[in-house]
């Protein structure tokens, strides 16, 4: 099959670059089903090893027992891009699966999400596992564990590096991009010991700042966290933009297979029309990215047009597309609504039954179910005893405490010292010891 | 450069953690085995059959930094052709009294694992930590085994034994000076012998009190012995046949799904029970061939407590363990526990008490201790 995909591979490049979307060129990998359950459970070659991947291994793999969820695909963000395809898919689930990869590398070329990050896995990250068995045999997999699963939780509290000198004090010059260069010499009595914070308060990157400056981590606990860390930057732009690369996948293999040029068999072309249409199949309780990314994408092309849609489809992010876009029209012609889970009055059952909601209601709501937000905290300050003073940066709601407590106890034992996690939308603070 | 397709075989990074993770499965299994009591049919299911386990507590999740739950009713998002009051969706209930775990993470999604009905069984054994229970000889022992240790003048082809046949034919060239030939009457066949072999076929009844006075937890905690009871006696008798009765003041046999709901009102005669049971048995396993078990749970709160001891006793010969797990026993007057009346009996009759969910497991030991250790 093969042979016959590589000679096909002209026709779809030639159908891609008169839909306007060819960004270069993608390394098609045919790979068999555990593989591709593997890779799919760690998101790319070079993720720390972490048990939690075990479990996504198995529960994808459960899926596909049960004929539930099957992977068609799964594609990684170096350059070119990396598309691993499954060996049991028919020709024609190949040759749709195919241009749908051709969709997901122009967003990891095009999108501004994916500019300023990494082009490729860095070599360091691929390190990563090598360097996580060295401490796991010279540790225990125990210790290595403890220290992941202490840092896992926050693993999306991350920033890239802040600069290094603190916010300028009021009163001075007026900040601007040159400052630093001509910036005093530090006064002797900074030198002497007045604790010149490396990071400007507040901070986003908590994890960072535990990883660099807890007094207790060893060496090589300090580096697993930064590890965690730097993995999480990498991830980070793919996590809020799956609706927007799942949308625009389906609808450039969609528009690459009903173009005449494009050369399949009229068998080949219903089966892939019937495996596109289960893919963009709308589910009743649970959205699915792929269908209303396709038709938001389709919707904006109609009321924008084509050249406003992909420039908003290549700026925004899932939660921020339809914050800014979606309308009472949209809504409706989405056919979008809430439902709430009610227990029926027989046979203990429960009902997911539609309720009325305004249109904003339901724009708001959409934008949380599909970008799943990560809760702002921030790291305020250091405690008078050395203990980390964290902040929650929303009045919309306050923490799951037992999840939350969990999580900070495990802050506080990377830290070695008390952690408290201050709820302004009611909830009592939350502190954990660190001992 | 243009795209290329290719196939290729990275390598196999996730052994480890996919080991890792089935390991934290397995401790967290044990914590929830004592409620491995669902619908499916644990007790007399196939050993191949797969059952699912919800893990509740999340205990194989890490802790996430999310909203918390409000006092709202969960809602959702989804897409179709719906308005305001259209049901477009159903699941089943919540289901309540399960318990909750408390593990590894403190998340709180539940995790479902798949294991076949062996698989749930040896982590139930392993759970007990008692000795593996040795099959009992019996003084009758008349029951032969087939022993291919001899040979015969007479049989199929297929059953010729070469050399025995080769060696007869050179003696015989050697005593006459012919050439050896392998005639009919040198030909040696394998043949066996028969050798007594002690008996070891056993069968398991569990009695279970349907009368009114079972509450949830009790049938709960009934249950739950079942299984562990089964879970032990399977390590030795793989293809023991189990029979499940139900009694109020009648006594009645009933396939498992019916056995693990059923409830009725009414009073509680043992005596009638043991009768039946004792009757089917001896028809269907007479005591010389087979190792007979009872699991009788119950709550004690019966009408006819001497009757019963009477029938037991008379019983008590004829069976190799006669377990009485009382769940919640009620000990005011005018209740007669059955406990006491029954405690006095010894060997093989055996009586724990369950309470609480915690003290199943330590009362399955007390209950399926090595015969050894009893009398020491």
């Not at chain 1, 047009?305 to 899932?318: C, M, Y």
Request: hydrophobic fraction near 40%.
């Amino acid at each position: 099959m093969i042979s016959e995909l590589q000679a096909w591979l002209p026709r779809l490049d030639a159908v891609i670059e008169r839909l306007g979307i060819a960004s270069g060129p993608v390394d098609f990998q045919i790979v068999d089903a555990d593989t591709l359950y593997e890779l799919a459970a760690y998101g790319f070659p070079g993720q720390l090893p972490h048990w939690t991947h075990g479990r996504d291994y198995w529960d994808q793999k459960r899926a596909l027992e049960r004929g539930r969820g099957r992977l068609y695909e799964m594609i990684v963000n170096t350059e070119p891009p990396q598309a691993y395809l499954l060996d049991g898919n028919t020709r024609a689930a190949q040759q749709l699966v195919m241009a749908h990869c051709y969709g997901h590398a122009y967003i990891f070329r095009r999108h501004s999400a994916f500019a300023d990050g990494w082009k490729s896995t860095p070599a360091d990250l691929l390190w990563a596992r090598e360097r996580v068995r060295a401490y796991t045999a010279e540790y225990g997999a125990e210790a290595v564990e403890a220290v992941l699963d202490a840092a896992l939780p926050w693993q999306w509290y991350v920033e890239e590096d802040a600069p290094d000198t603190p916010a300028p004090k009021s009163g001075g010059r007026l900040a601007g991009p040159y400052d630093r260069l001509f910036a005093a010499p530090p006064s002797r009595k900074a030198a002497l010991g007045e604790r010149v914070p490396k990071y400007r308060w507040p901070t986003r990157d908590i994890l960072g700042f535990v990883a660099r400056h807890s007094p207790v981590l060893e060496d090589w606990e300090r580096d697993l966290c930064d590890l965690v860390r730097r993995q999480a930057l990498y991830l980070r732009p793919q996590r809020g933009t799956k609706m927007i690369h799942e949308g625009f996948a389906a609808w450039a293999n969609q528009h690459a297979l009903l173009d005449p040029e494009i050369g399949l068999s009229d068998a080949d072309q219903v089966e892939a029309a019937r495996i596109w249409a289960q893919v963009v199949r709308r589910d009743p309780v649970d959205l699915n990215p792929y269908a209303l990314g396709w038709e938001l994408y389709e919707w904006l092309i109609r009321v924008h047009g084509a050249a406003a849609a992909r420039e908003i489809w290549l700026t925004e992010t899932d939660a921020s597309v339809i914050r800014n876009y979606v309308t009472a029209e949209t809504v409706r012609d989405l056919k979008l609504y809430a439902y709430q889970w009610e227990s029926a009055p027989y046979d203990n059952v429960e009902d997911a039954r539609v309720v009325e909601a305004s249109w904003e209601a339901i724009r708001d709501a959409l934008a949380n179910a599909v970008a799943s937000p990560i809760v702002p905290i921030e790291l305020t300050g250091l405690l008078p005893q050395g203990g980390l003073r964290l902040e929650v940066r929303t009045h919309e709601y306050s923490l799951d405490r037992a999840q939350a407590t969990t999580a900070v106890r495990g802050l506080a034992l990377l830290w070695g010292g008390p952690v408290v996690l201050q709820q302004p939308a009611g909830g009592a603070a939350i502190q954990e010891s660190g001992r | 450069m243009s795209s290329v397709v290719r196939h290729t075989a990275p390598p196999r990074i996730g052994q480890q953690d996919r080991q890792r993770y089935l390991r934290l499965v397995r401790d967290q299994l044990k914590q929830r085995l004592p409620h491995v009591v669902g619908d499916a049919p644990i007790l007399t299911g196939p050993a191949d059959q797969r059952v699912a386990i919800p893990l509740p507590g999340g205990g194989l999740t890490l802790p996430q930094l999310v909203p918390g739950k409000t006092q709202e009713r969960p809602t959702g998002m989804g897409q179709g052709p719906a308005g305001p009051g259209d049901v477009v969706a159903r699941r089943p209930g919540p289901i309540s009294g399960n318990g909750a775990g408390t593990g590894r993470g403190g998340g709180h999604v539940d995790h479902v694992v798949d294991l076949t009905i062996a698989e749930i069984h040896e982590l139930m054994r392993e759970d007990l930590r008692l000795p593996r229970l040795r099959p009992r000889p019996r003084a009758d022992a008349d029951a032969s085994a087939l022993v291919w240790n001899s040979r015969s003048r007479h049989g199929g082809l297929s059953q010729v034994d070469v050399k025995a046949s080769l060696l007869g034919a050179i003696q015989r060239a050697a005593v006459t000076g012919q050439p050896p030939y392998l005639t009919d009457d040198v030909l040696r066949y394998h043949s066996w012998s028969e050798r007594p072999r002690p008996k070891t076929s056993a069968v398991l009844y569990v009695l279970r009190d349907v009368s009114g006075s079972m509450s949830r937890e009790k049938v709960y905690l009934s249950l739950a012995a079942a299984n562990y009871v089964l879970a032990h006696l399977s390590a030795t008798y793989p293809t023991m046949p189990v029979h499940l009765w139900a009694h109020h003041e009648d006594a009645m046999e009933v396939d498992e799904a019916e056995w693990k709901h059923l409830n009725s009102a009414g009073g509680t005669r043992i005596a009638p029970a043991y009768d039946a049971i004792r009757a089917h048995m001896d028809l269907h396993y007479p005591p010389d061939g087979w190792n007979r078990y009872l699991l009788h749970l119950s709550d004690g709160d019966v009408e006819d407590p001497e009757e019963a001891r009477a029938a037991l006793v008379a019983w008590m010969p004829a069976l190799a363990l006669a377990g009485i797990v009382l769940t919640q026993p009620i000990r005011q007057a005018p209740h007669i526990g059955l406990g006491r009346v029954m405690a006095g009996l010894g060997a093989p009759v055996r009586v724990v008490e369950i309470h609480t969910r915690t003290q199943i497991i330590e009362a399955m030991r007390t209950l399926l201790a090595d015969d050894e250790e009893d009398e020491a």
